[in-house]
């Protein structure tokens, strides 16, 4: 009697709706093909498009999805009601690297806003940030020194984005960089709306002696983007205990990222 072949293991369902969403912001939408590309069935193909376009990456079609480009963006309240204790314990970890003294630097999102608001009552501090949310948690705040990259606010995510910003940055040294994600892939880095905001956060991680990656599990194997920013040297994830192993091992594979789990 012949011994039954061993089912393939079903394929993690993150990293498949990932590779979609991939295939989607390509242009390769259509549900029959998606189907046939990846060995499943149309009712899973429907179900993880209408997840996709739930979490506002993809707009749904009939027959298949397209890419959502701007549109697709979640506003900063729909970015804050989700995750939340997951962002805040993230947040307090990271808030716990800040030493008295430092010069710091925080990107924009809803994960480095609560940051900066955890930052409100410490003192000696000097925070650089093109973030309309950290502006409005520290503009009072009579203990730290506030430097705002200049710029146009780009709407939803309220990050301070152009030239007069990155001159700036330039002339500056960081102790402490912080970059907020929407997405944050192993292979492919941080995921941007924007090849704007994609340099934007390549720059800043240049800039900083230490750079930490704010995101929490949710956001771990995600590109809802097809822009990407890498760090170019060594720099910590912070991300919350939700995350699975297997995935945090993708990010420490090569050497160069520490994790901090909150």
């Known amino acids: 009697?012949?011994?039954?072949?061993?089912?393939a293991p079903r394929r993690d369902t993150a990293r498949r709706r990932d590779d979609i969403l991939r295939e989607v912001l390509a242009g390769n939408g259509e549900i029959a093909e998606l189907?046939?590309?990846f060995g499943i069935s149309v009712s899973t193909v429907r179900r993880d498009l209408q997840q996709l376009a739930g979490d506002g990456h993809i707009h749904r079609t009939y027959g298949g999805a397209v890419a959502g480009g701007h549109a697709a963006e979640r506003t900063l309240d729909e970015k804050?009601?989700?995750?939340?204790?997951?962002?805040?314990?993230?947040?307090?970890?990271?808030?716990?690297?800040?030493?008295?003294?430092?010069?710091?630097?925080?990107?924009?999102?809803?994960?480095?806003?609560?940051?900066?608001?955890?930052?409100?009552?410490?003192?000696a501090l000097t925070v650089i940030t093109n973030s309309t949310i950290a502006l409005g948690h520290l503009a009072e705040a009579h203990g730290i020194e506030l430097i705002v990259l200049g710029g146009r606010v780009r709407r939803p995510n309220g990050a301070i984005l152009g030239p007069e910003g990155e001159e700036?940055?330039?002339?500056?040294?960081?102790?402490?960089?912080?970059?907020?994600?929407?997405?944050?892939?192993?292979r492919d880095g941080l995921s941007c709306p924007t090849p704007e905001q994609a340099h934007s956060k390549e720059l800043m991680a240049e800039r900083g002696r230490e750079v930490f990656v704010l995101a929490?599990?949710?956001?771990?194997?995600?590109?809802?983007f097809p822009y990407h920013a890498r760090a170019r040297g060594p720099w910590t994830l912070v991300t919350d205990a939700g995350a699975a192993a297997e995935k945090l091992t993708e990010f420490t594979a090569g050497g160069e990222c520490e994790v901090l789990t909150a």
Do not use: C, W, Y
């Open 1 to 7: 009697m012949t011994a039954a072949r061993p089912r």
């Open 35 to 37: 189907a046939a590309r």
């Open 216 to 224: 929490d599990a949710s956001k771990l194997g995600r590109s809802p």
């Open 80 to 123: 804050e009601s989700g995750n939340r204790a997951q962002k805040e314990a993230v947040a307090r970890a990271a808030a716990d690297r800040v030493r008295d003294g430092d010069v710091i630097l925080l990107d924009a999102g809803t994960t480095t806003g609560r940051l900066a608001r955890l930052l409100r009552a410490r003192t």
């Open 168 to 186: 700036t940055l330039r002339r500056l040294t960081p102790d402490v960089v912080f970059l907020g994600a929407d997405g944050l892939h192993a």
